[in-house]
């Protein structure tokens, strides 16, 4: 079975802090995927990366960056945290090969708060 | 552009009520996929449902695909069934796209 892991389940951090949330996947998946998920709003596509050092912007990218030195890591960093960046977060991975054929896997979230 | 709606956005039912929630999608979405979300936040996967028809006990989906809709069906709710139920589909760019899911309230 494909495993998705995230670094942590829950997260308290301060205001300006610099904060690193972690998503391993061991399928060797090309594809992986950094989202928030608000009440009412859903769940939004902060950034994705289809391939190692390569990274995309989602909907909703500001105030995040990512980083995609090795296949199966990708990292979302919070570069100055904020207390609007308090959010469940859900890293999901899915593989190219195939892709039509393929379901999408997600890591059990990160609860993030912004003192 | 890509879409995937689902309907209605809430659902409050009595336990031992049947309900059904609906996911349309557009052309450029494929690979309809079912998921629960449980109040930890964990998204549980349903089903993976391209097209067909699967079930899994008291849960089924359907997706036709050629007229571009998905439907999950609840029997016999249980209180442990409540929380937010989201369908997505994966674009051509391979981005996984979600719908704004429905928030489903079961009552003892």
């Given at each position: 079975?494909?495993?998705?892991?995230?670094?942590?389940?829950?997260?308290?951090?301060?205001?300006?802090?610099?904060?690193f949330?972690?998503?391993?996947?061991?399928?060797?998946?090309?594809?992986?995927?950094?989202?928030?998920?608000?009440?009412?709003?859903?769940?939004?596509?902060?950034?994705?990366?289809?391939?190692?050092?390569?990274?995309?912007?989602?909907?909703?990218?500001?105030?995040?960056?990512?980083?995609?030195?090795?296949?199966?890591?990708?990292?979302?960093?919070?570069?100055?945290a904020?207390t609007?960046?308090?959010?469940?977060?859900?890293?999901?991975?899915?593989?190219?090969?195939?892709?039509?054929?393929?379901?999408?896997?997600?890591?059990?979230?990160?609860?993030?708060?912004?003192? | 552009?890509?879409?995937?709606e689902?309907?209605?956005?809430d659902?409050?039912?009595?336990?031992?009520?049947?309900?059904?929630?609906?996911?349309?999608?557009?052309?450029?979405?494929?690979?309809?996929?079912?998921?629960?979300?449980?109040?930890?936040?964990?998204?549980?996967?349903?089903?993976?449902?391209?097209?067909?028809?699967?079930?899994?006990?008291?849960l089924?989906a359907?997706?036709?695909?050629?007229?571009?809709?998905?439907?999950?069906?609840?029997?016999?709710?249980?209180?442990?069934?409540?929380?937010?139920?989201?369908?997505?589909?994966?674009?051509?760019?391979?981005?996984?796209?979600?719908?704004?899911?429905?928030r489903?309230?079961?009552r003892?």
């Amino acid at each position: 079975d494909v495993k998705v892991t995230q670094s942590s389940r829950y997260l308290v951090k301060r205001t300006g802090e610099k904060v690193f949330l972690e998503c391993v996947q061991d399928m060797d998946h090309e594809n992986m995927f950094w989202y928030r998920q608000d009440p009412g709003l859903g769940l939004r596509l902060i950034y994705f990366s289809y391939d190692v050092k390569m990274k995309e912007k989602g909907d909703i990218p500001e105030g995040y960056s990512v980083s995609r030195e090795k296949k199966e890591r990708f990292s979302l960093i919070l570069e100055s945290a904020s207390t609007n960046q308090t959010s469940m977060y859900l890293c999901a991975s899915i593989s190219d090969r195939g892709a039509s054929n393929q379901p999408q896997h997600f890591g059990d979230g990160t609860r993030l708060s912004i003192l | 552009g890509i879409q995937v709606e689902q309907s209605p956005p809430d659902l409050i039912l009595q336990e031992g009520a049947n309900s059904t929630l609906r996911c349309n999608f557009s052309d450029s979405v494929n690979n309809l996929q079912w998921f629960h979300q449980n109040p930890w936040g964990q998204l549980i996967n349903l089903f993976y449902i391209p097209s067909g028809t699967k079930q899994n006990g008291r849960l089924s989906a359907t997706t036709v695909a050629t007229e571009r809709y998905s439907l999950l069906y609840i029997s016999s709710s249980q209180t442990t069934d409540s929380g937010v139920y989201f369908c997505a589909g994966i674009s051509s760019a391979s981005k996984i796209i979600f719908g704004s899911g429905t928030r489903l309230s079961i009552r003892p």
